[in-house]
């Protein structure tokens, strides 16, 4: 056997006889190297990577209006173009092209399983050429096919959709299939995993011939010519639209343009706050796990520091000494490695899979080859750069030193003992950081889930459908069907309520509006709300009495010219601080026309944005008759008598019976609902708790590795204390002492770090205070760790006889 190998043999026995030490840096590594790895890998799918749209993804922007009333009212705004304004914005020279597209339902029609609402859009035939995304199966959309909804005679299905209703049938392009009442020619089936924007399954092709200007309803996104910058469309775009405002006030006044790369348009400001300070915390743990192997590969080279000096006193080479320390690192580096490797691939599968029906398309989470490779050589440096500490040490020219130091058990000598305090106070400081922040966004995400809609929603079942059909173009027929559907629902056992609305509180915003006041109509006075169409029986579903005046009537529910309407609480003290406001009128701006509207009634205030998206305009709402606007898609709310659950299977059943074109989604109790609206919150507050947890762990790890070792090298400055008459606790509290120098100083250096973690993380919280009382609870479980991992070794060596002490030294 070669000299290699038996060292490998002896460093190998030699762990095997320490497995405390060989457990710690092994749960160190894996630990650290597979949380690293998991959370970038995640962060990267979310934020960094980009679209999937090759090359072209950093030169693809979104293009939405912005109106002046923004400066007064952060947060107002359209997402949405004008067509006709879109057909403008195409003649920009910056650009190489402006697709747009809509979301709307499709009803596929009913097998065996039932008519089937799919989400999907109407886009214009150069959307997905512009993309870069070729069909699997067929072609693209002609310009000639183009036309507005309902009247497309073709459609495109995306991979998911052909696998699971048409069984991947290969013969597919060409087929008719009959799509809200009509049929339709397959002419393409996309790629696997394409679903454009975030979640659609079906698509028609776009045209509208005699839509007015005023109608902003269509997304854009523009392609950026080669070489040229986005500085300078976004100019040329914002002198179109000056333009535009200059040729058309009455439709276009106070109307500018917003300009973002596609990444950006998906994902908010604060959760990208949230996600560099997620990044940041990747970086604490991993100086945290590079910090604990340091120390623990300290302690074990300390004890192996008088065999070296033996082998150097016995003329081993200085080669020699290096290779002996490294077959120690290599058996603890390598495998941690790899077990850090399989602990990322695991929590990146077992994340997914617990949120696989909630995220978008375009995340893609999967373990980055850069990042694993650069945590795994910094992981594996670090062990084997302290590991030859030892090496270099035992081959110094003063060997008499070397071994009366060993023997002494200072082996560290005073800069190695420094070293260890500092890598300790880093540890402290960066653990107190997470500790704070993780609990930040825990809170945060509770609030979320905790926070009230302004109702009970406990009971609440909530589902979408869609009414497709010729037989139903009559506002009025749609309007008796929905009444008919919520008369039915209502008399189902276990049902309290029912009733229909065109948005789920907590899940859906209402329609943008612009709305003026009887004898305020200038452009300075408008108001910004959000209108949402409404059956007469949503207020006692939800369970909150009217404030003032009454609810619509089943006529005005079907009558599209009703003009009545319904304001909140918040909207009322707006515009008529402590005064009565049933009998008002108001009115809804759209173009130089105003639609007049008396007020019946005034409602509680209702949450029916996202938890945490609220904005100024979400909180001021405006409830309207369904049949003013008579969308086609509408969603049902039940109350149950008793379990949600209960009533899931038979909600289900009428609805399924309803109409041959009547499509049913995603039935589901509301709290199963919201969790679904939720994902990022939890996310970043799951990450954010692993982090903290594992910086807890690792930290525990180094510093009770740190103190242990401290203490019994110590053996025999504590055999003479106690010889000389100290007592065993004086030496505990002698102990404890000089642990208290390095905690404190970790705290006080931590507690720095926490305060900035907390402002950075100020603008991305939902319902959470900064308080004094945070960083003390937080600080909290680091001095116990600390006080333990001092007590328990101090307390030990203070119970040892002097004589014996004092001998095995």
């Not at 590594?29 to 990577?49: E, H, K, P, V």
């Not at 923004?70 to 879109?86: A, F, N, Q, V």
């Amino acid at each position: 056997m070669g000299n290699a190998a038996r060292d490998l043999l002896h460093a190998w026995r030699g762990l095997r006889k320490r497995p405390a030490f060989f457990v710690a840096s092994l749960l160190t590594l894996t630990i650290g190297i597979g949380a690293n790895i998991t959370i970038f890998s995640l962060i990267n799918g979310i934020a960094l990577r980009p679209m999937p749209f090759g090359e072209r993804s950093d030169r693809l922007f979104t293009i939405n209006p912005a109106h002046r009333l923004i400066e007064r009212e952060p947060g107002w705004g359209h997402s949405e173009i004008s067509y006709l304004d879109l057909q403008d914005f195409r003649t920009a020279s910056t650009v190489d092209g402006i697709g747009a597209y809509f979301s709307r339902s499709f009803v596929l029609s009913a097998d065996a399983s039932g008519a089937e609402r799919v989400r999907g859009g109407s886009v214009t035939p150069d959307l997905f050429p512009l993309l870069g995304v070729e069909p699997l199966l067929g072609r693209h959309f002609r310009a000639d096919e183009a036309a507005a909804p309902g009247l497309e005679s073709v459609v495109m299905l995306t991979h998911a959709l052909w696998q699971r209703r048409f069984g991947a049938d290969p013969a597919i392009v060409g087929k008719e299939i009959v799509v809200n009442d009509r049929p339709r020619v397959v002419v393409g089936v996309l790629p696997r995993g394409v679903r454009f924007p975030e979640r659609d399954e079906i698509y028609a092709p776009l045209r509208f011939d005699d839509q007015p200007r005023s109608d902003r309803n269509v997304n854009a996104v523009a392609l950026l010519k080669t070489g040229a910058s986005d500085a300078t469309a976004r100019i040329e775009l914002e002198t179109i639209a000056k333009r535009l405002e200059a040729a058309y006030p009455e439709t276009n006044r106070g109307f500018g343009v917003r300009v973002l790369p596609i990444r950006r348009s998906y994902t908010s400001r604060d959760n990208t706050r949230a996600g560099l300070m997620l990044m940041a915390a990747v970086g604490f743990v991993l100086l945290i796990m590079c910090a604990n192997l340091a120390n623990l590969m300290l302690v074990r080279g300390a004890g192996r520091q008088r065999e070296l000096t033996v082998r150097a006193a016995m003329g081993a080479s200085h080669r020699r000494l290096m290779w002996i320390s490294l077959c120690e690192s290599l058996l603890i580096a390598l495998p941690g490695a790899m077990l850090g490797l399989l602990a990322s691939q695991w929590a990146i599968d077992a994340i997914t899979g617990s949120m696989a029906n909630s995220l978008p398309y375009w995340v893609e989470f999967g373990i980055d080859v850069r990042i694993g490779l650069f945590t795994i050589a910094l992981a594996l440096f670090t062990v084997l750069a302290v590991g030859l500490y030892p090496s270099l040490r035992a081959a110094t020219p003063n060997l008499v030193d070397g071994l009366r130091d060993s023997a002494r058990g200072v082996s560290l000598g005073r800069g190695g003992h420094r070293m260890q305090a500092t890598l300790a106070v880093v540890q402290i400081a960066l653990c107190l950081g997470l500790l704070v922040g993780a609990n930040l966004m825990v809170r945060s995400f509770l609030a979320v889930r905790t926070t009230s809609l302004g109702f009970d929603h406990t009971r609440l079942v909530s589902a979408g459908g869609y009414l497709a059909g010729d037989a139903f173009n009559d506002v009025r027929v749609r309007a008796a069907f929905f009444r008919n559907l919520s008369a039915t629902l209502a008399s189902t056992p276990g049902v309290a309520a029912a009733a229909v609305t065109v948005s789920i509180p907590g899940d859906d915003g209402g329609s943008g509006r612009r709305v003026v006041v009887d004898g305020r109509t200038s452009e300075a006075d408008e108001v910004a709300v959000e209108s949402v169409s409404i059956g007469p029986t949503l207020f006692d579903v939800l369970d909150v009495p009217l404030i003032e005046g009454r609810t619509f009537t089943e006529q005005e529910t079907g009558d599209p010219d009703a003009n009545v309407a319904i304001i909140n609480q918040d909207l009322a003290s707006r515009l008529w601080p402590q005064q009565g406001v049933v009998d008002r009128r108001i009115g809804f701006r759209s173009g130089g026309d105003i639609r007049w509207l008396r007020i019946v009634g005034v409602a509680p205030d209702v949450h029916y944005r996202e938890v945490g998206n609220e904005t100024e305009q979400s909180r001021l709402t405006v409830y309207v008759p369904y049949a003013m606007e008579g969308a086609r898609g509408m969603a049902m709310l039940v109350r149950a008598q008793g379990s949600p659950d209960a009533i899931v299977a038979p909600v289900r059943a009428v609805l399924q019976r309803a109409g041959a074109t009547f499509a049913v989604s995603r039935i589901m109790p509301m709290l199963e609902l919201l969790k679904l609206t939720t994902w990022q919150e939890q996310l970043y507050g799951t990450l954010m708790a692993s982090f903290a947890a594992a910086a807890l762990l690792l930290a525990c790890l180094g510093i009770y590795a740190l103190i242990s070792y401290s203490i019994g090298r110590r053996s025999r400055e504590i055999g003479v204390r106690l010889a000389l008459g100290a007592r065993p606790s004086d030496v505990v509290k002698m102990l404890l002492r000089e642990t208290a120098r390095v905690g404190g100083a970790g705290l006080v250096v931590g507690l720095t770090l926490a305060i900035a973690i907390a402002r950075g993380l100020a603008g991305s919280l939902y319902g959470v205070r900064v308080d004094a009382w945070l960083f003390a609870t937080m600080a909290l479980p680091l001095a116990l760790a600390l006080f333990l991992a001092t007590w328990l070794p101090a307390r030990r060596a203070a119970r040892v006889e002097p004589t014996i002490a004092l001998r095995d030294e």
